[in-house]
């Protein structure tokens, strides 16, 4: 007799990639999991997950990567074996912890890299396979070389698997005492050629997502992970929009639940952890400026007033200005630059702020992004004119309370 203590819904995919995770206990307090095709349409989706388990054993026998069998004949249902032991990402968070300058982190990257490129036997080139999933028309327009044509426009080859497992980020990686390191999900697996590189530029990038990057460039200072790793720069953007075209792939015709959340109830705002932040952060008034993801250098603020007037040099046609600030409310007065001839060019941006009314944002974690996007040919500088709002809590929570009301009287 088996207990479920454990089920995960995947269902915010196109019907054909739904599934259902469960994980139950036996009487002899052994686990089981399993997942399940949440319909018919997604039979195969579960099936094909079935032969490459065995496919990727037999091509993973030359690294040291194992992987989590499942069986089971009924159709649309695989058991897969519940692994205990540490995972990668585990590993890599205790290294970085280490007194050692970040030398015992790096070496485990370098490793993951190395096993990865033992089964990257093939040169890569582009099939029709990977353009419908990787190479989506609405994230590449190729009259501009943005898509197909940039894997040919670098100075290295590209090597690739002859099957490859694109979600071997590092909590999919689990180190247990008696097999070794197991990989536990093997679900978006394609026998098409993909970059290697890709798959560690995806793994690395969701590691380093939230608080972690800032920890990491602590730890590791100068040195550039992309670099450290070899991944070609003028990729960076293409693997970004090869990641937005696989989300896209894998929810086709599907709205995400969270997507209609948003879109119904609007935002919401932990009013616990903006006190907090508030509390405990200092006000700062600089900003990092980034460039594919790259930080280029510290901009700081010119104070006049209580406004701030930013310099900001211009590197590339987007950039991204990351503000670490103790209050939550903030005005952007103007974006702008002068070209030659002395005109005023404005520029664009978006930001991660939530607008309350005209030029004033608000951000529940006191994090601040700017995005500053196709910004014109000619201009070496943009002035950004904006305040950091002096706000209490109590102001922000009541001006939030009135654009809720406006919009209900607005039938919003």
Avoid at 26 to 55: C, F, P, T, W
Avoid at 197 to 215: Q, S
């Amino acid at each position: 007799m088996e207990k479920n203590i454990y089920t995960k819904f995947s269902n915010d995919r196109s019907e054909k990639f739904n599934i259902v995770t469960s994980i139950t206990i036996d009487d002899d307090g052994r686990r089981h999991v399993y997942k399940k095709a949440a319909s018919k349409k997604s039979n195969h989706h579960i099936e094909r997950m079935k032969k490459n388990a065995l496919q990727l054993q037999t091509l993973l026998t030359s690294t040291a990567f194992g992987v989590n069998g499942c069986s089971s004949s009924i159709t649309g249902v695989a058991e897969l074996e519940f692994i205990q032991g540490k995972s990668f990402e585990e590993e890599l968070d205790e290294a970085l912890l280490c007194d050692d300058n970040g030398i015992c982190f790096l070496k485990l990257l370098s490793w993951y890299k190395e096993e990865l490129y033992k089964i990257a036997s093939r040169e890569f080139i582009v099939s029709g396979q990977f353009e419908e999933v990787f190479l989506s028309k609405d994230f590449f327009d190729k009259e501009n070389k943005d898509g197909t044509d940039s894997f040919f426009d670098i100075n290295k080859k590209l090597y690739a698997a002859e099957l490859t497992d694109i979600d071997l980020i590092f909590p999919n990686i689990i180190h247990t005492e008696k097999d070794g390191y197991i990989i536990i999900d093997y679900e978006w697996t394609f026998d098409c050629l993909i970059p290697i590189d890709f798959v560690i530029y995806r793994a690395l990038f969701f590691y380093l997502a939230g608080e972690r990057y800032d920890k990491v460039k602590k730890k590791l200072g100068t040195i550039d992970l992309v670099d450290y790793l070899d991944i070609p720069k003028e990729l960076l953007p293409v693997f970004e929009k090869m990641e937005k075209s696989f989300q896209q792939y894998i929810a086709r015709d599907n709205v995400p639940m969270w997507k209609l959340y948003n879109e119904n109830a609007g935002m919401l705002y932990g009013i616990k952890g903006m006190a907090e932040k508030e509390n405990s952060d200092k006000k700062k008034f600089e900003a990092n400026l980034y460039v594919d993801e790259r930080k280029i250098q510290t901009c700081k603020a010119m104070l006049s007033d209580g406004d701030c007037l930013m310099l900001i040099p211009v590197k590339s046609k987007n950039q991204k200005l990351i503000f670490n600030v103790g209050i939550c409310q903030y005005r952007i007065s103007g974006l702008f630059g002068f070209d030659i001839n002395g005109n005023i060019c404005a520029c664009k941006y978006r930001t991660n702020g939530n607008k309350l009314c005209d030029d004033i944002y608000v951000t529940g974690d006191c994090h601040i992004e700017l995005y500053i996007e196709d910004i014109p040919d000619g201009l070496n500088e943009i002035f950004l004119d904006y305040k950091i709002e002096n706000t209490s809590l109590k102001t922000i929570v009541k001006e939030l309370e009135s654009v809720a009301q406006l919009e209900l009287e607005n039938g919003e």
